[in-house]
Structure formats: structure tokens, C-alpha cells
């Protein structure tokens, strides 16, 4: 029989853009579950602070000052994880920017980051994760953190919209290469999260539609939503934790949604 026990002990994991928001939530989550957390992050002070936190509370935490977008820095941190742990078994690429423009006004540089950013740090941190997952007989974990963007288009958000769908594809082609070394991977698509990253979308939105602030959460965020309600960083936290400790691999190369139904797959 499947029995569900949530305890990482042994475990090391990586977080990517873990100083803040729901990156910060799943590294805590994992570390309070017994995991060895990476605080992978641009800004190696505030990555400090969560290592802080998570150790006053009696967890493990690394911080590690990694630019998703470099491969030198992917590896570079990835290597020092795994000589400071001994392994990597659980990667969660959550790292992520966002930038609202209608495609006829978006620059390429700006098409371009935000690739950097969501696709590009994905495979390269899945590549550096590999080269450690498939040497040892354990089970590994690779996580993204994609968008109810990666099924749902919206207004204004071409490069990430795009990007998000991208994640798919590299979550199941990695499903069928993975297998054979035990590795599985998923894709997590939150709706809204009142992160700084969602709070900072309410104003630009509201100034590029002309509309109020309460608009744009009620008739543009929230309005496909059932009851109204922003997905919480707890919840994609215990969703990551559910799939990082799950004892088999029958969620491979699934997206789960956690959207308060704004979409239903």
C-alpha cells in the first residue's frame, strides 16, 4: 500500500529565488520537515536572513548567491550545496521576475530576461541537479514552479505566459528521461499569490487599463476564482512538500493546479 509521510530527514533540497515570497514559504516548509535546505538567491544578505530563520528553528539552511540565468553561477552554487550537504535530492526552481507589457510595446531585452529568468534558469539548474541525481540510487525530486499561465493566457504578459507553458515541456520530457535514474518531476501552477512580485502587478495593471487598484484584484486577478480568494504561500508550500515526500512516482510529469478553481484541468 501508498502511505504518505511527510518526513525529509536525510534530504537536501534546493530552492531557487528562496529569500522571499513562496520560495522562502517551500524552503521552510521543507526544513521543518527535516529537510537540508539551498537558499539560492541574487541577493545573498536576504538569502542570509532565511538561512537565519530557518536555523533559530532549529533547521539546516545554506545560502547561496546564484543568478539563475548563469550557468557558471548555477553550477558554481549547486556544487557548493551538494560539498556542504553531501547531496541534492529535491530542486525546486521557483525563481521568477515579472513584466506587463502588450506585445507591441515589449522590448526584446525585456522578452529576453524574462526567458533568461523562468527558462533558462530551469534547465540549468534541472542540468547541474542531474549530474548529481543520477549518480545515486536515491529518489530525486525536480520541481517548477510554473503558473495557471502555463494552461491560461492573459493580457499583457507574453514573455511569461510563454515561458510558463515552456515548463511543461521540460517538466515531462524530463519525466521519460529521468525514470530510469528515479527521478520525477512536476510542475506547480499557483493562481495569484500575494507575493511582492503579485503586489507590485496591481499598480502597473491599474495604470495600463486605467482602472483602480480594487479592479484589477476583483475583475482581472480573482474574477475567475470561486470564492474570491488569493492562493496562499502555505498552500503552494504543503503542495511542495506533498510532492517532494510522496512515496512513488505516479505524479510524474503532472502540472498540478492550485488556483481556487480559476482553472480546472
Given at each position: 500500500?501508498?502511505?504518505?509521510?511527510?518526513?525529509?530527514?536525510?534530504?537536501?533540497?534546493?530552492?531557487?529565488?528562496?529569500?522571499?515570497?513562496?520560495?522562502?514559504?517551500?524552503?521552510?516548509?521543507?526544513?521543518?520537515?527535516?529537510?537540508?535546505?539551498?537558499?539560492?538567491?541574487?541577493?545573498?544578505?536576504?538569502?542570509?536572513?532565511?538561512?537565519?530563520?530557518i536555523t533559530s528553528n532549529g533547521g539546516k539552511a545554506l545560502a547561496i548567491e546564484m543568478d539563475v540565468?548563469?550557468?557558471?553561477?548555477?553550477?558554481?552554487?549547486?556544487?557548493?550545496?551538494?560539498?556542504?550537504?553531501?547531496?541534492?535530492?529535491?530542486?525546486?526552481?521557483?525563481?521568477?521576475?515579472?513584466?506587463?507589457?502588450?506585445?507591441?510595446?515589449?522590448?526584446?531585452?525585456?522578452?529576453?530576461?524574462?526567458?533568461?529568468?523562468?527558462?533558462?534558469?530551469?534547465?540549468?539548474?534541472?542540468?547541474?541537479?542531474?549530474?548529481?541525481?543520477?549518480?545515486?540510487?536515491?529518489?530525486?525530486?525536480?520541481?517548477?514552479?510554473?503558473?495557471?499561465?502555463?494552461?491560461?493566457?492573459?493580457?499583457?504578459?507574453?514573455?511569461?505566459?510563454?515561458?510558463?507553458?515552456?515548463?511543461?515541456?521540460?517538466c515531462r520530457v524530463l519525466a521519460k528521461e529521468g525514470a530510469q535514474y528515479n527521478v520525477r518531476s512536476?510542475?506547480?501552477?499557483?493562481?495569484?499569490?500575494?507575493?511582492?512580485?503579485?503586489?507590485?502587478?496591481?499598480?502597473?495593471?491599474?495604470?495600463?487599463?486605467?482602472?483602480?487598484?480594487?479592479?484589477?484584484?476583483?475583475?482581472?486577478?480573482?474574477?475567475?476564482?470561486?470564492?474570491?480568494?488569493?492562493?496562499?504561500?502555505?498552500?503552494?508550500?504543503?503542495?511542495a512538500l506533498f510532492l517532494a515526500a510522496f512515496p512513488t512516482n505516479v505524479f510524474t510529469g503532472q502540472?498540478?493546479?492550485?488556483?481556487?478553481?480559476?482553472?480546472?484541468?
Amino acid at each position: 500500500m501508498t502511505h504518505l509521510n511527510q518526513d525529509l530527514t536525510g534530504k537536501v533540497a534546493l530552492v531557487t529565488g528562496a529569500a522571499s515570497g513562496i520560495g522562502q514559504k517551500i524552503a521552510e516548509t521543507l526544513a521543518q520537515a527535516g529537510a537540508a535546505v539551498g537558499i539560492a538567491d541574487l541577493k545573498l544578505e536576504a538569502a542570509q536572513k532565511a538561512v537565519d530563520s530557518i536555523t533559530s528553528n532549529g533547521g539546516k539552511a545554506l545560502a547561496i548567491e546564484m543568478d539563475v540565468s548563469s550557468e557558471t553561477a548555477v553550477n558554481d552554487g549547486v556544487k557548493l550545496l551538494v560539498e556542504h550537504f553531501g547531496s541534492i535530492d529535491i530542486l525546486v526552481s521557483n525563481a521568477g521576475i515579472q513584466i506587463i507589457n502588450p506585445i507591441h510595446k515589449l522590448s526584446f531585452e525585456d522578452w529576453k530576461k524574462m526567458q533568461s529568468i523562468h527558462l533558462d534558469g530551469a534547465f540549468l539548474t534541472t542540468k547541474a541537479a542531474l549530474q548529481y541525481m543520477y549518480e545515486n540510487d536515491k529518489v530525486g525530486t525536480v520541481i517548477y514552479m510554473g503558473s495557471v499561465h502555463s494552461h491560461e493566457a492573459s493580457l499583457y504578459k507574453a514573455p511569461y505566459v510563454t515561458a510558463k507553458h515552456g515548463l511543461l515541456g521540460l517538466c515531462r520530457v524530463l519525466a521519460k528521461e529521468g525514470a530510469q535514474y528515479n527521478v520525477r518531476s512536476h510542475v506547480i501552477c499557483p493562481g495569484f499569490v500575494k507575493t511582492p512580485l503579485v503586489e507590485k502587478q496591481i499598480p502597473e495593471q491599474a495604470a495600463e487599463k486605467g482602472i483602480t487598484e480594487e479592479e484589477v484584484i476583483n475583475d482581472i486577478m480573482l474574477v475567475n476564482t470561486v470564492d474570491k480568494e488569493f492562493t496562499s504561500t502555505e498552500d503552494i508550500a504543503q503542495l511542495a512538500l506533498f510532492l517532494a515526500a510522496f512515496p512513488t512516482n505516479v505524479f510524474t510529469g503532472q502540472s498540478i493546479v492550485a488556483s481556487h478553481g480559476w482553472f480546472m484541468s
